[in-house]
């Protein structure tokens, strides 16, 4: 079993930056993707961004891509998501979550087999 926690986020004011982390623990894979979603109230999961184990690939969805970069640490099992520019409409529930599949960048919810319990990020305007 693998346990995900994230920290960092908060309210910010529109414009402004957030960073957070996510660290894995437990039985991992010898290698995994690992990902970004958020969830707004009222509203399906949706894909933020995803880095591969190299660290090497990133994809981001088009309305984060130039504000957001996504990281990660394997010595330390930790992936992060550096927000700039943050927007009102940024303002959700982030989760991380692990894919031990063959997808270096996976973008769907089933394609994850854990997640995180979620942080939530407030942008006000």
């Known amino acids: 079993q693998v346990q995900l926690v994230e920290s960092g986020g908060g309210l910010v004011q529109a414009g402004g930056s957030l960073r957070l982390s996510c660290a894995a623990s437990?039985?991992?894979?010898?290698?995994?993707?690992m990902g970004w979603f958020r969830q707004a109230p009222g509203k399906e999961r949706e894909f933020v961004a995803a880095?591969?184990?190299?660290?090497?690939?990133?994809y981001y969805t088009d309305s984060v891509r130039g504000r957001f970069t996504i990281s990660r640490d394997n010595a330390k099992n930790t992936v992060y998501l550096q927000m700039d520019s943050l927007k009102p409409e940024d303002t959700a529930v982030y989760y991380c979550a692990v894919s031990e599949g063959t997808i270096a960048t996976p973008v769907l919810v089933h394609e994850y087999e854990y997640w995180g319990q979620g942080t939530q990020v407030t942008v006000s305007s």
């Open positions: 437990g039985r991992t894979s010898s290698s995994y993707a």
């Open positions: 880095i591969s184990w190299s660290g090497h690939s990133t």
